[in-house]
Structures are given as structure tokens and as C-alpha cells.
């Protein structure tokens, strides 16, 4: 929300208060200040000037030589505007002026004719181009009217102000308006607020001789106001009040649609003017449309409407489509005589689904899907025929109709002041809590003991007590709010899971890989891109009613994609090497379409790529992890059909009878798809089953006092036997005395016989209680070979 300040000080007297003193006295309060900024900052020797005579340029077809009249002399310019004529009043920008962009200008020659400066659109007057009126779009701002030649154009236009803006949460739709933000000032800073009269001094005839109004949708609209006015005369808005409009981010447009843009700024309720003499009838009726109905907006689009949109339509067809946009049928143009001034109420979820569904968000339709009180309406359309009025553009015809079947009560809330004093932390008394109450306009009275707050119409955001403790706060003072701890004997701690959780990430840290954060909303593509088959469960997706896009449509089954976009951006942007992790939910639908809230699971994918990482870098980690949590046990397994792991370089880690996850080296068809151009490595593991088998009771035991033995064993085996097929023979035969098995070697070359291997284990052997002699080893050895021959016809080489 836009707040010039001189527009603020029409409601407010704050001469005395300096604008930084505004912003921090309203950010304290709760208005969230999101910068400001001069209007006219940075112009120098920008005057005004009169043409007095425009020849065509001797050397350019498309310049012409001015003479211009800047009061104590006349200077020669030339320009390319297209838009000016003699006798103009225009902004000059003298010899040494600086114009918007801090640009000099000078004196210098265009095509051989000299030129003493620059005649000024409203852009190099530092004005934003989409605020600009069209008619000045590219061409030469034209002031209004005669002013003083030579003075100054800031002072001229009075265009010095300062521009505030403020970030307005959802629920604070009443500070979407120049009045919201005044009543804000004027309780923070406590002073009276002074608001318009919206008094109309003369009015003929009576409305309903001239239109009337039907609701057919009371649901969707509880309350429609209408005024006529007569003898329109469409022509330019006065300077000031297009400066209005430009410093609050609006497009001026003719005096009729400036003013209810105006007053919308001014209120924050949506107003339409409709061209009384197109509408049929002269009937205004609010009804939900056709479906398939075709329509043709103010920007000369045509929509399809459907049954659940709300339109106002006059006795033949739809002029409008409620709290969004008008029909071209009933525009008003320079042709216009007579106009009809809608202002109306209207359901603010139906509003936004229409906007959302017609990909047509306006000034009126934000404002309406936020809500918009109906206590509104008849102050509004009030100041919209009194600046009517003041600015001879028609006369107001005696009366309104107000349609407004089911009139809302005011909502009484109950308060209590220990509660309120309680809940804020400090000792507040009635009359305090009262006096902070009435500065927002909020009256309060006590009936049958109990004292009641009476919210304002404009307050749609109080419905409860905790409401109005927070307006107490705030007014009161939040920098005045002491620091205290919780009046409670229950402190919080972590949970078990949180614990084992910040214990993995740390040993993922300590193993030099990078936490990430992504997104639970991805697209239904990522998985084609990890070559899951079509019948994959992970196929089975929560769809968004909503979403922002196709790319975040469902909701994400696997961590998988999410990581390997992280790798593929950072390999595209030239980073040699990358180690990431991610703990994070998924989402898994107990049926599709979705009824019940899916399973929420928790998985840890790490990712990783460069010269230096491979499987077994990979692997590392995993144990660390595995090993760090206190989970033992488990082991590796091979795994041959995982689709997004490549064939023969993937492992199952297991853990009993359990698959705690995979790792592995990624396919070709999957890297190719990530546009990774080194090989990428993955492992991805189920959290939820890790913290349930986390051990975080470790036992530690002394250093070995008694030496160990070593023996190397090196067997000749098939291709097909596993290392952990050997593995678990040795232990099981290798009785209590054996400490450790490690395979250290492993060979294939021209001593050894296709489809055989031989590898090589060091195997451990340690006493408790004494020093072995190789007599205690060399029966445990060889029953460890025999087994070795028998159950995988292994030969000791």
C-alpha cells in the first residue's frame, strides 16, 4: 500500500512528526514499512515553460526547433515529441537542470541547430511509465492550465511529497485504504482523525425514476448501493488529483474513472460506473452467470463465465463481472450522459476464485477477495458524487438505492482486563485498555457486569477477546512490553526423534556434506526422470487443488528428484564437486483420489559427484551415519533392479529382515536426464526406520591389553560368490576369539581361471584374558577353511 504523505496529512494533522518518526512509530504498531521514496528527488532547474513557435527542422524530418518562453527568456529547443502545439505549457529542463536518473543536461546541437535544453515527459520527471496517462505515454507532459513562466515545476505542480509503502497482511483489509492507514496514524500518534463529509449540496430528481436494482445471489452479494448522475462531462482530472493517482502506483484516465479510483485508494472499496443510457432498462441485477456464457471484459477480452461466477447483468445480458471487472458494453466514453456509481458488497472467496479461474486478478478484485465491510457502500458512494460535484463533472441525482436484504449487527466481543494484562505481561487497569480501545474506534460498554467491546464496521478482522488483546498491545506498545519468561513448570525438550535426527545430520556434517532444503511440491515429471516404471506406488501422488504450477502440482514421494535438481544446478554452474544431504517428509496417499491425509514419512537422501567421490565414498558415509546412531549389524547386499541406480553398481543396506535403504551410482539414462556430465552417486534412506533402530545407549570398552593375531587367508572362488557370502562363514566359524574379517584384495588376471576370483581376508584374532599362541589359532583357522571349501568349494591359494 502506497501512502503519500500529504494525502495523509488531509486526515491527520502530523506536520510537527518527521517522516522517520512516522515509519517507526507504524512499523511499531504493527504496519510493516517496505521502503519510501521523494517525489521529485533529484530534479534541479526543471521549470515551466510556453512554446511559442514550433518550426520544422531544415536537417531532420523528425525534429522540429521550439521556441520557448521560460518568463526572463526565450530559449531555442529542439525536440521529437509529437504531442505538443503552441501555446503549451510545458516542463523545460534548462541548461545545467538535472532530470530523473540524476542526467545533466547541457547545451549542445541536434542536426546543426542549437538546443538550450529539454522539453520533459513525465518519465524524466521521474514518474513510473505504467502510472503515466496514456496520452503522455511517449510524448511531452502538457500542464493543465497558464502557470507562472520560469517557476519552478515542483513548486509549480506541488510535487515535492514523500511516498511510504507499507506491506498490509491479509487480514488488515481495512489498510489497504488511505483512511485505514490515517486511522492508524491518527491511534499510534494520538491525535483526531478528520474524514470526509460526503456531502452532496445539490441534488434533482429521485434514483429510482431512473434505475433500479435486484439481488437474485443474496449469498454472494449481501448489499448493493447505487447513485445516478446526470449531464457527464468527461474530460482530463485536475493535476492535483492525477498527481494523487500517479504517486499511489494509478494510470489516470478521464475524471470520472479517476475519481472512483480515488475514492478506492481513499475507502479501499472497489467502485464501477456503468454508462446509464447501454444499460437495458436501466435494470441492474446481481445473479450468478450461465455456464459457457461468453463475456467481453474492459481490456477486449472475451471470457467464458461459469455458474459459480457472479455477474451484473441489466435485462438482456451480463455488463459486468462482480467485484472484478466491467463489461466493453457499458463503458463509459466521451459519448456518456448519464452514469449509474455500483457500489456493492460481495462474497470475498467467490471473488477470488472467479479472479483465479478467469486468470484476471484487478485493483477491485484484490481488494474484494480480502473482504470489504458492508457498512461501506453508502459512505462511499457519497464522496464519489461530492468529488463529482466539487469538480463539475455531472449533477447527482436525490437519493440512492440500497439493496441490502440481511443488515449486519454490530459484533460485541467480551473482554476481561486481567486477561488482557495477563496475556500481554503488563498490569493494565480498565481505563487504560478502554482509552487504547477508543483511540482505534473501537467503543466499549458493560452490560450485566461484563464489559463488551463494539467492533467497527471497517474491522473485519475482531471476532474474539485474543483480537482485542493484540490491539492493546500494540497501541499500548510493544518496545514498552518487558521481557519476562513463561509463568510454567514445563519446559520443552527435544523428542527422541529430533535427538537421533540432529545426531545424523551432524555425522553427515562432520563427513563434509552440505544440508539442503527443497521444496514438498514438485512436478509429476520428476519421476519419468528418475526411470521409475508407470506401476511404481510412488506414482500414487497428492494432486493440489490449487497449485502455483505443473511444476509444483503434487506433492513428493521421494526425496530422489529434489536432490538430483540441487546436483544438476550446481554442476551447470561449474562446481567441480558437490556432497548434499537432505531429511526431509514425503508424502504417501492411502488412496487416490485422496480421502484421508496421506502418510507422512521421513527420508534422508544424500548426493554426491566429482573426481574424488565414488561408490565406496558413498558407502563411508552411510556408515558413519549407521554407525554414529548406534545401529549395528547391518550390512550391504546387492541390488540388481532398481531403475534409477545403474545395473551391478547398486546395494541394499539390511539391516534383519529390513531394507533400511539403497546406494548406488546412477544410471546413465538418469544423468543424462539431469544434464550431469560427471557420474553422480545417491543413497536414499528410510529416516523413520533409522530412528527406530538408533541406539543411543553406547557402551565403551578398554583399550586391548593383550596383542592380537593376524593371519591372511587368500581363497580362490567363483564370480558369482559375494564378499559378504565369505564374510558371514568366517564369523560364524571363527568362534569368540576372532575380533575382526576385512577383505583387503581382490584379483582377476592371468594365474586365475575364467569365472574364478581370488580374494584376500585379514582376519583378527584377541584374547580377553591373554596372549594367544598360534596353537589357539591354527584350529580356528582351518575349521574356517574347511568351511570355506565346503559351503562355497573355495581352494586356498
Excluded at 510524448?139 to 506541488?158: N, R, S, T, V, W
Excluded at 541406539?695 to 593371519?711: C, G, L, Q, S, T
Excluded at 584379483?747 to 580374494?759: D, E, F, H, L, T
Aim: include cysteine; proline fraction near 4%; charged fraction near 25%.
Amino acid at each position: 500500500m502506497r501512502v503519500p504523505v500529504k494525502w495523509l496529512k488531509e486526515y491527520v494533522n502530523i506536520d510537527d512528526i518527521a517522516e522517520k518518526e512516522l515509519v517507526e512509530k507504524l512499523v511499531l504498531t504493527g504496519s510493516n514499512n517496505e521502503g519510501s521514496h521523494v517525489v521529485g528527488e533529484g530534479l534541479e532547474n526543471i521549470i515551466v515553460g510556453k512554446i511559442t513557435k514550433i518550426v520544422q527542422h531544415p536537417n531532420a524530418d523528425k525534429l522540429c526547433i521550439c521556441m520557448v518562453d521560460v518568463g526572463d527568456d526565450v530559449l531555442q529547443i529542439v525536440t521529437g515529441a509529437t504531442n505538443i502545439s503552441e501555446n503549451d505549457f510545458i516542463p523545460v529542463a534548462v541548461h545545467g537542470a538535472t532530470i530523473a536518473g540524476g542526467i545533466k543536461i547541457k547545451k549542445g546541437k541536434l542536426r546543426g541547430e542549437v538546443s538550450n535544453g529539454m522539453l520533459c515527459s513525465l518519465e524524466e520527471m521521474g514518474f513510473d511509465k505504467a502510472s503515466i496517462p496514456k496520452e503522455f505515454d511517449d510524448g511531452i507532459f502538457i500542464l493543465d492550465k497558464p502557470y507562472p513562466l520560469g517557476m519552478d515545476i515542483l513548486e509549480a505542480l506541488d510535487l515535492k511529497d514523500t511516498v511510504i509503502e507499507f506491506e498490509i497482511t491479509p487480514n488488515r483489509s481495512d489498510c489497504l485504504s488511505m483512511i485505514g492507514m490515517a486511522r492508524e496514524t491518527a491511534a499510534s500518534f494520538e491525535r483526531a482523525l478528520t474524514l470526509p463529509s460526503g456531502k452532496i449540496d445539490t441534488q434533482v430528481d429521485d434514483v429510482n425514476e431512473y434505475a433500479s436494482v435486484s439481488i437474485e445471489a443474496p449469498d454472494l452479494c449481501p448489499r448493493y448501493v447505487a447513485k445516478v448522475v446526470k449531464e457527464i462531462k468527461i474530460e482530463k482530472s485536475p493535476i492535483w488529483l492525477q498527481m494523487r493517482l500517479m504517486n499511489a502506483g494509478m494510470r489516470p484516465i478521464n475524471n470520472i474513472v479517476d475519481i472512483t479510483n480515488y475514492v478506492m485508494l481513499e475507502y479501499g472499496q472497489p467502485i464501477h460506473a456503468f454508462d446509464l443510457d447501454t444499460v437495458k432498462d436501466h435494470k441492474i441485477i446481481v445473479k450468478r452467470a450461465e455456464n459457457g456464457e461468453k463475456f467481453t471484459t474492459l481490456d477486449d477480452k472475451e471470457r467464458e463465465l461459469t455458474s459459480e461466477m457472479l455477474v451484473i447483468a441489466d435485462a438482456e445480458r451480463t455488463i459486468g463481472i462482480a467485484g472484478v471487472m466491467g463489461g466493453e458494453n457499458t463503458e463509459i466514453s466521451k459519448a456518456t450522459q448519464n452514469i449509474l456509481i455500483e457500489v456493492a458488497s460481495f462474497d470475498k472467496s467467490s471473488i477470488r476464485k472467479t479472479s483465479k479461474d478467469l486468470g484476471l486478478r484487478t485493483e477491485a478484485s484484490s481488494r474484494y477477495e480480502k473482504g470489504v465491510s458492508t457498512g461501506l457502500p453508502m459512505i462511499v458512494v457519497n464522496r464519489v458524487c461530492e468529488l463529482i460535484e466539487t469538480l463539475g463533472a455531472g449533477t447527482v441525482v436525490g437519493g440512492a438505492i440500497d439493496v441490502y436484504p440481511t443488515p449486519v449487527e454490530p459484533i460485541l466481543i467480551p473482554y476481561r482486563v486481567e486477561k488482557i494484562s495477563k496475556v500481554i505481561g503488563e498490569t493494565l487497569t480498565l481505563e487504560e485498555i478502554i482509552k487504547y480501545l477508543d483511540l482505534l474506534g473501537i467503543k466499549t460498554l458493560k452490560k450485566e457486569g461484563q464489559q463488551f467491546a463494539e467492533v467497527p464496521y471497517y474491522r473485519l478482522d475482531l471476532t474474539k477477546e485474543i483480537d482485542l488483546v493484540e490491539e492493546v498491545a500494540r497501541i499500548y506498545g510493544y518496545d514498552k512490553i518487558g521481557m519476562t519468561l513463561p509463568k510454567t513448570d514445563t519446559w520443552g525438550a527435544r523428542t527422541n526423534a529430533q535427538l537421533i535426527e540432529e545426531q545424523a545430520k551432524l555425522e553427515l556434517l562432520s563427513s563434509g556434506i552440505d544440508e539442503i532444503l527443497t521444496y514438498s511440491f514438485v512436478s509429476k515429471k520428476d519421476l519419468d526422470k528418475i526411470n521409475l516404471s508407470e506401476n511404481s506406488i510412488l506414482r500414487k501422488q497428492v494432486e493440489l487443488i490449487n497449485p502455483l504450477g505443473e511444476e509444483y502440482s503434487v506433492m513428493r514421494t521421494s526425496l530422489i528428484p529434489n536432490v538430483l535438481d540441487v546436483l544438476a544446478r550446481n554442476s551447470n554452474r561449474k562446481v567441480n564437486q558437490a556432497r548434499i544431504f537432505e531429511i526431509g517428509s514425503v508424502f504417501l496417499p492411502k488412496e487416490v483420489p485422496v480421502v484421508n491425509l496421506p502418510i507422512e514419512k521421513k527420508m534422508l537422501t544424500i548426493g554426491m559427484y566429482g573426481e574424488s567421490e565414488d561408490f565406496f565414498t558413498l558407502k563411508g558415509a552411510c556408515e558413519n551415519i549407521l554407525d554414529g546412531l548406534g545401529i549395528c549389524d547391518y550390512y550391504f547386499e546387492k541390488e540388481e533392479n532398481h531403475p534409477t541406480f545403474h545395473t551391478g553398481r547398486c546395494a541394499n543396506i539390511i539391516w534383519g529382515t529390513h531394507v533400511i535403504g539403497t546406494i548406488g551410482e546412477l544410471h546413465p539414462h538418469v544423468q543424462e536426464n539431469y544434464d550431469l556430465q560427471v557420474r553422480g552417486y545417491l543413497a536414499d534412506l528410510d529416516f523413520n526406520m533409522i530412528i527406530q533402530m538408533a541406539n543411543a545407549d553406547h557402551k565403551f570398552v578398554a583399550i586391548p591389553k593383550y596383542p592380537a593375531i593376524e593371519r591372511d587367508i587368500a581363497i580362490l572362488v567363483k564370480d558369482e560368490i559375494t564378499s559378504l557370502q565369505i564374510e558371514k562363514i568366517v564369523v560364524s566359524n571363527g568362534g569368540n576369539l576372532l575380533e575382526s574379517v576385512k577383505m583387503f584384495d581382490m584379483y582377476k588376471g592371468k594365474q586365475i581361471p575364467a569365472g574364478y576370483k581370488s580374494v584376500a581376508y585379514e582376519l583378527i584374532f584377541r584374547a580377553e584374558d591373554r596372549t594367544l599362541v598360534d596353537e589357539d589359532v591354527n584350529a580356528i583357522f582351518a575349521t574356517i577353511l574347511k568351511a570355506l571349501e565346503n559351503k562355497l568349494e573355495a581352494q586356498l591359494r
